[in-house]
């Protein structure tokens, strides 16, 4: 598993894709909730990516899918939590992280930043996250710790 450190903002451009760990929780208005951590990093640097994101839970539930694009580079979301107040449900990161797999697979992509899924506001313990996801790792997941 390859890990760095680094502003996910001012690296991003250097990957075929990105990530923001997310919830699966929609407001009446249709915006999902984007409150703290990765999620209000983005929804802060991208306007409407919180409407696009309440739109692809709608659409197709709270799995990974590509939600916008930042100068070009696929922004895809990956669910962390169920619910915005809870804290990560490990079986939903390691479901996401198989997704996102598969995604990195059949588009070819060579590098895709994650930030530590389920760590800061998700309430998880980044050893045993990294435990989990081992197995399964995919070299082309580069993971970050903003």
């Given at each position: 598993?390859?890990?760095?450190?680094?502003?996910?903002?001012?690296?991003?451009?250097?990957?075929?894709?990105?990530?923001?760990?997310?919830?699966?929780?929609?407001?009446?208005?249709?915006?999902a909730?984007?409150?703290?951590?990765?999620?209000?990093?983005?929804?802060?640097?991208?306007?409407?990516?919180?409407?696009?994101?309440?739109?692809?839970?709608?659409?197709?539930?709270?799995?990974?899918?590509?939600?916008?694009?930042?100068?070009?580079?696929?922004?895809y979301?990956?669910?962390?939590?169920?619910?915005?107040?809870?804290?990560?449900?490990?079986?939903?990161?390691?479901?996401?992280?198989?997704?996102?797999?598969?995604?990195?697979?059949?588009?070819?992509?060579?590098?895709v930043?994650?930030?530590?899924?389920?760590?800061?506001?998700?309430?998880?313990?980044?050893?045993?996250?990294?435990?989990?996801?081992?197995?399964?790792?995919?070299?082309?997941?580069?993971?970050?710790?903003?």
């Open positions: 598993m390859i890990e760095l450190y680094g502003d996910i903002l001012k690296v991003y451009s250097f990957y075929d894709a990105i990530c923001i760990t997310t919830n699966g929780f929609v407001k009446k208005d249709g915006r909730v984007m409150g703290a951590g990765v999620a209000k990093l983005f929804r802060d640097h991208i306007p409407g990516i919180d409407k696009q994101l309440g739109k692809h839970i709608r659409k197709n539930g709270n799995v990974v899918g590509l939600i916008g694009t930042l100068n070009g580079v696929p922004i979301s990956f669910p962390t939590k169920h619910v915005w107040s809870q804290n990560s449900d490990i079986d939903l990161i390691i479901q996401s992280y198989q997704q996102l797999s598969d995604i990195v697979e059949s588009h070819g992509y060579n590098n930043l994650l930030p530590r899924p389920g760590c800061s506001n998700g309430g998880l313990d980044w050893r045993f996250v990294k435990f989990k996801l081992l197995p399964i790792c995919n070299e082309k997941i580069i993971i970050i710790s903003l």
